[in-house]
């Protein structure tokens, strides 16, 4: 188990990380990183991620209650959802990486079939409708999805990343921008072409070479009809 210095630090580099990145810009953005059971390590109201030191970080309650005059992000409340609904989220990320937010924005889904390791490390990465930010609106919002994915959208707003510790989620986001990324060009070249069914069922049966049981309700995306039908194969 990580002692709060070593929090401290991680949470101060993945904050700095994500800045340095693009991932955020000026005082946007908001991590976190589970401690105990009732004890959660945040980055505080109004800063820029890029310039935080550890001292400069809030201990909160599970129910975001500050533990010293420092005030966390009015943001925190997703967070704290993914914890309550989560005993396996140990840390969570929320950015707003350029090209993620830029699908939303457009009204294009990033659930799609098309590069196999998005499909067996994140699996579907659903957007949850658009909800006012530092509201209750934004945990209300996402319930239903943080329950069984690690990437979430946010419409017209960001991404939620969790994991099993900062870093973790920390990739995840990177991959998520990486994603849309890669599909803002193939939609330059005149759009994805998704995998088929079948070959997203074989991936989703190799999923344990990258050490994840189960992806982000990843059997969505056969079901719902995100992948190429088998019959135009």
Known sequence: MLTEKQAREELVEVSRLCYSRGYISGTEGNFSIRLADNLILTTPAGSCKGRLGCDDLVLTDINGNSLSEKK??????MHLVAYHSRSDVRAVVHAHPTAAVGFTVA??????????????????????PYATPSTDEI?????????????????????LTLGKDIFDAFYKLETVEHFAQT??????LGGPKPLYASQVRKLLNICSVYGLK???NADQLVTAGFCQPDSEN
């Open 139 to 159: 945990p209300d919002s996402i319930r239903e999805y943080v329950q069984k994915h690690d990437a979430v959208m946010l419409d017209h707003h960001g991404a």
């Open 183 to 188: 599909m803002l060009v193939a939609h330059m």
């Open 214 to 216: 189960q992806p982000g």
């Open 107 to 128: 009204g294009v889904s990033l659930s799609q079939c098309v590069l196999p390791e998005v499909v067996c490390t994140l699996g579907n990465i659903p957007t949850a």
């Open 72 to 77: 966390p992000s009015t943001e925190l409340k």
